[in-house]
């Protein structure tokens, strides 16, 4: 049996991709554990899930801190504790520290509503991104799992999963569709790293 790895979790929100995650954890298709959840906000839906499940967290906020090494150094300290093997950003609307990418190198991916490298970069997150794929005359939006570097949405395309756009396509519809690909993609493209590793 090869051991899973140890996942870090990043969120801000309802944490829907991390749910998928945790679905692919108990079906099997997911060799993996998640050992913590880490958000910026107090308030995140994906923490509920995390107490349910009985997954440690921890709250992290920038302001916080005296200053960003004190912050990048508390966050690096969380992640040894919990002896975490990969970084999962799944709705984390924070710049991660530069010391962590460092100590993580092609450890740390992300997930984005759309086909990098169109429609990345400093805010397009949510609903900015499927507003900016209609506006465009785009044929096709969906979802891509990448590295995660010191540039928003930049470190290399490690999966990508297309749709196309329907005719009478909004921004909500859009951001529906495009999620349940997300949901699809994470966990496979997270299980191909995994392998990797061991």
Do not use: W
């Not at 998928?20 to 509920?48: D, F, P, R």
Request: aromatic residues 6%.
């Amino acid at each position: 049996m090869i051991k899973p790895a140890n996942l870090a979790i990043f969120l801000s929100g309802k944490g829907s991709n991390f749910a998928s995650i945790l679905s692919a954890i108990t079906n099997g298709s997911l060799n993996a554990k998640v050992v913590v959840v880490i958000s910026n906000n107090s308030a995140a839906g994906g923490l509920v899930i995390a107490s349910k499940n009985g997954i440690p967290t921890e709250v992290l906020v920038r302001e916080n801190f005296a200053s960003g090494e004190d912050f990048g150094t508390t966050m690096l300290n969380v992640l040894k504790r919990h002896e975490c093997d990969f970084i999962a950003l799944a709705g984390y609307m924070r710049k991660i520290p530069s010391v962590v990418i460092r100590a993580f190198p092609k450890r740390i991916v992300n997930i984005h509503p759309a086909l990098l490298p169109k429609f990345g970069g400093k805010g397009m997150y949510g609903h900015h991104v499927h507003e900016a794929v209609i506006a465009a005359g785009e044929t096709e939006s969906g979802a891509t799992v990448h590295f995660v570097d010191e540039i928003y949405d930049n470190g290399d395309v490690i999966g990508q999963k297309s749709i196309p756009i329907n005719s009478d396509e909004t921004p909500e519809s859009l951001a529906n569709r495009v999620l349940e690909v997300e949901h699809q993609l994470y966990p496979e493209i997270l299980q191909q790293l995994v392998t990797r590793l061991n």
